[in-house]
């Protein structure tokens, strides 16, 4: 009975600091629990987004606000006519033709 008196006579201080000191003891084990749950979060959302359709609508919508890019024909017919006309511009035209995205 009197350890019943001795619990009810402590101070919330004394209940604080003791609270803390329990905390203090698993501070890293809190600590890596709250790392994996970030983790595992934007692991989560990462694969939900990943695998998130578009909707139809949407796609339809996009496809009609694209143009086609035109090109005039007398810029078309000019740079054939230089490329007939020069070897080294063959020679780049081929290039390009064999590996279009080398410098």
Same mark, same amino acid.
């Given at each position: 009975? /009197? /350890?019943?008196?001795?619990?009810?006579?402590?101070?919330?201080?004394?209940?604080? #600091?003791?609270?803390?000191?329990?905390?203090?003891?698993?501070?890293?084990?809190? &600590? #890596?629990?709250?790392?994996? @749950?970030?983790?595992? &979060? #934007?692991?989560?959302?990462?694969? @939900?987004?990943?695998?998130?359709?578009?909707?139809? $609508?949407?796609?339809? $919508? !996009?496809?009609?606000? $694209? @143009?086609?890019?035109?090109?005039?024909?007398?810029?078309?017919?000019?740079?054939? !006519? #230089?490329?007939?006309?020069?070897?080294?511009?063959? @020679?780049? &035209?081929?290039? $390009?033709?064999?590996?279009? &995205?080398?410098?």
């Amino acid at each position: 009975m /009197k /350890k019943t008196t001795d619990q009810a006579i402590i101070s919330p201080k004394e209940k604080l #600091l003791r609270a803390a000191h329990t905390v203090r003891r698993y501070m890293v084990v809190i &600590f #890596l629990l709250f790392l994996v @749950s970030i983790y595992g &979060f #934007l692991a989560w959302r990462v694969i @939900s987004l990943n695998q998130a359709e578009p909707d139809t $609508a949407d796609v339809s $919508a !996009q496809l009609k606000t $694209a @143009s086609v890019p035109h090109i005039d024909t007398d810029v078309v017919n000019k740079i054939q !006519q #230089l490329q007939d006309n020069s070897v080294s511009v063959q @020679s780049l &035209f081929d290039e $390009a033709r064999q590996n279009p &995205f080398q410098e």
